[in-house]
């Protein structure tokens, strides 16, 4: 029996994650005798990073309170009958694309309301309405292209206004434009399991239940929602990003990052605020220094501004919320928001360097 025992030790060949894990081991023996306080260090790193995003904004901050909010406006107007007003207004659009109606749920309920909630509500829509894997994806990608508050519009028609743009035609380029090219383009190129359906096919997607049960169970699913899955997402990334700043990582990234948005002709200031942080806060900001800058960059980070960043959004919270109410895996979540945010941030730049004549 030893001999046997003996035999299967010397047959099994060591796998890649035990190397790495041989690895970290001897890094952190050599860190621990040479700078024992480095482990301590990017651990701080990593709490203080995260801890004024998580806690002062979302936790204690009108932000979380917003995203319950959200979800109880939106529990609402499902419940009176709006998502299968929006399938009917729709279908037309989807049969002549070829694609499921539900795909464009999600991105009305983000304009209206909160990508979280629209995730938490359109996401079942989909699988009730019998959309595809593909679809899904579609339906994320296409989300990522709008604004995900009001605030954020408000904030940018002053912005705008400022410089003399044309606000209903960006807002109609930016805004409502995506919502029939995004679905067209995927169906075309990269998710084809497409199929259009009849709107007897669909089945209702008005609730039947009590008034007050809506509204106060909507309440409750809104701080689940920011309590067990938007929090923890916003700690792991940017307790990421604290690792990477403290170890030296992050600076060259976050400095590529600004030469990028000055080449697409979008405020560097403004836009890294959208990209890290809020794209409300970053519209915030941009309306009180408007009038100083040129057209084109108010326009460009007004565009790159109505989507579904930040980063902690795109990587955090979409992947897990999409995945718990939907067919797709984190990854597949995660890389359709990839592939939307890429997409608008493209189109922020396209819209700033060409349409700006036409837009002012």
Known sequence: MSAVNTDNAKKREMKKIEIIGIVLVIASFLGL?????FIADIFNAMVNKSFPVAVNTFLTGSVGIAIICSVMIGRILERLGFTDALMRIFLPIAK???VNPAVIIPSVYNILGDINAAGRIGGPILKKAGATRDE????ICTMVQ???SFSTMMFGLVALTAVGAKAFVVILIAVFLPLVIVPFLM???IWRDTKAVDLDELPSFTPTTDPLATIFGAGREGAELLFL???????????????LEYIGIWQPIEAALTQMLTMLSIDPTSGMVSILASPTLAMAQLKDVAATLPANL???????AASGFPFSVIFGQIPVIWSGCTDLTHKEAMGAAVLGATMRLITAGLVAILLTPLLV
């Open 96 to 98: 002549a694309i070829g």
């Open 33 to 37: 005798f040479f700078k024992p306080g």
């Open 187 to 189: 169906k075309l190129t």
């Open 229 to 243: 899955l938007i929090i923890p997402a916003i700690v792991v990334i940017f307790a990421f990003i604290g690792a």
């Open 298 to 304: 108010v326009i460009g980070s007004f565009v790159l």
């Open 136 to 139: 899904q994806k579609i339906a």
């Open 146 to 148: 709008s604004q995900q």
